[in-house]
């Protein structure tokens, strides 16, 4: 496909703290949630955690290798806050060890021609905010030692870093966390969930207010938040399928979004929670509203959406991947994520969030993740391995999409990153599912790239050598 791409368009890799760094307690870190979690047993799946994963805290300058081999202009990491502040809070001791690991980190990007794309808080809250005051349950406590947290990232490396996200995935923290109890701290129950959402929100506002009064007039940068959701295509045309897709989004995506693109949570949330639903001031809702620069989704499958069930957490919207003649919606199934097709398919969100929320804030969107598990791909020998012919498929079914989106339709995507350069930590999943594009031997830590690197190289070079063209 050749088509133009805007010259400020991202492409690369994203990744997490605790899914590749290791060294736990190395320089200074002190536990986060995550190590807390992962060492309990009957967490994760495979019964490991995150203490070596790729080991990326020591073997940075590979990955950085690596990616630049892979052609990709940025990078998108996150920070680990009990590195950087290991008691977590205001007034708490800020680590010179770790200030000085990631400004040499960035710098290393930035002389190889990778701009950073930092994430603030990828899941990992130290374990000493959450043992003081409950964490993200506390409004009061939270949401100033995030902004305090935030704010010592800015000053220390806000001259080299452009692109900031506050949070990856709130739906993640706030529901897996805190609702059906899969991720750290495990919490279960149908209250925390919305608490927990709306201080993210507030945390995130409050960082990007610090941001815009206090730096981004001297730094120049952009900040915004990483959402996600899968495309919830309606089960067919009957009208209550239709709504059920609708409000499956509003329950995952609208839930975040609307807040900050639009100022309240989305109505039908609010009849069906009620109460338990945290209000904001007006003060607080002035501050959330308009909070981000860019759009951010996360995005991986498509789901078919229908009506009914008793999942709250969803809209009592049912989902499946099978169609009303009884076929699947793609072939390569693995718990959640499809083929080739369904990568087509799921690039529509993209341009549907984009256009349903473009015409409230000007905003343009980021694809800040989207990848897949090839099935079985654990069990498979290092040769095999790198074989990923069906996560080839995927990438081209969903970067085609995309590209001619926003070339032919001119939807304003300005950046994808895919997930991920490496085999890593899979959080629940442990190292049972792969999603890199180079396989990682995690006895070894031998790194070897799989044909998706390839390809995906070859997407960036194309338009590299056609000076913007794909
Ligand atoms: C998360 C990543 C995770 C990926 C694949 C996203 O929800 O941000 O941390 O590894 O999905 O499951």
């Known amino acids: 496909m050749t ?3 805007p010259s400020d368009f991202l492409w690369g890799y994203a990744t997490a703290s605790y899914q590749i760094e290791g060294s736990p307690d190395v320089q200074g870190r002190s536990p986060s949630i995550w190590d807390t979690f992962s060492h309990t047993p009957g967490k994760i799946k495979d019964g490991s955690n995150g203490d070596v994963a790729t080991d990326s805290y020591r073997r940075w300058g590979e990955d950085i290798a690596l990616l630049k081999l892979s052609g990709a202009n940025s990078y998108r990491f996150s920070i680990s806050w009990s590195r950087i502040i290991p008691q977590g809070g205001r007034g708490d001791l800020i680590n010179a060890d770790a200030i000085e690991h990631y400004g040499v980190f960035i710098e290393t990007l930035r002389k190889n021609g990778i701009k950073p794309v930092v994430t603030l808080y990828h899941w990992d809250l130290p374990q000493a905010l959450h043992d003081r005051y409950g964490g993200w349950l506390n409004k009061e406590e939270i949401v100033q030692d995030y902004v305090n947290y935030a704010r010592t990232c800015f000053r220390y490396f ?3 870093v452009k692109d900031w996200i506050t949070h990856n995935e709130p739906w993640c923290i706030s529901v897996l966390g805190y609702a059906t109890g899969a991720f750290a701290p495990g919490h279960k129950g149908d209250t925390e969930h919305w608490i927990v ?10 960082a990007v207010k610090a941001y815009r009064d206090e730096f981004q007039a001297s730094q120049g940068g952009q900040i915004g938040i990483t959402l996600d959701c899968s495309w919830q295509m309606p089960y067919d045309d009957s009208p209550e399928n239709v709504a059920a897709a609708q409000r499956s989004i509003a329950f ?5 979004a609307d807040p900050i693109y639009k100022g309240h949570y989305p109505k039908i949330v609010k009849d069906m929670i009620g109460d338990r639903l945290p209000e904001f001031t007006e003060e607080e809702i002035s501050v959330v509203k308009g909070s981000s620069d860019f759009f951010g989704l996360n995005t991986y499958t498509t789901q078919l959406a229908m009506e009914g069930g008793d999942n709250e957490i969803q809209g009592n919207v049912k989902n499946t991947f099978t169609k009303p003649d009884g076929t699947q919606l793609g072939k390569e199934c693995t718990s959640s994520h499809l083929d080739e097709h369904v990568a087509k398919l799921t690039t529509i969100l993209a341009q549907r969030m984009c256009l349903g929320y473009r015409h409230i804030l000007p905003v343009s969107a980021r694809v800040t993740e989207n990848g897949f598990p090839v099935k079985g791909e654990n069990t498979l020998e290092v040769d095999k391995a790198i074989n990923d012919t069906a996560r080839v498929d995927y990438f081209e079914g969903y970067t085609d999409a995309l590209l001619r ?17 490496l085999d890593n930590f899979e959080w629940a999943d442990g190292y049972d599912t792969r999603f890199g594009v180079t396989y990682v031997d995690f006895a070894t830590q031998r790194r070897t790239t799989k044909s998706s690197y390839d390809f995906l190289k070859k997407v960036w070079k194309r338009r590299r050598h056609s000076g913007g063209a794909l």
């Not at 926003?406 to 990153?417: A, Q």
């Open 197 to 206: 959402a709306h201080n993210l929100l507030l945390a995130h506002a409050y």
């Open 405 to 421: 989106a926003v070339n032919e339709d001119g939807v304003p995507v300005k950046g994808y990153f895919a997930w991920s350069i």
């Open 3 to 5: 088509a133009k791409l």
């Open 252 to 256: 995952k995506l609208g839930r975040f």
């Open 158 to 160: 806000g001259d080299s």
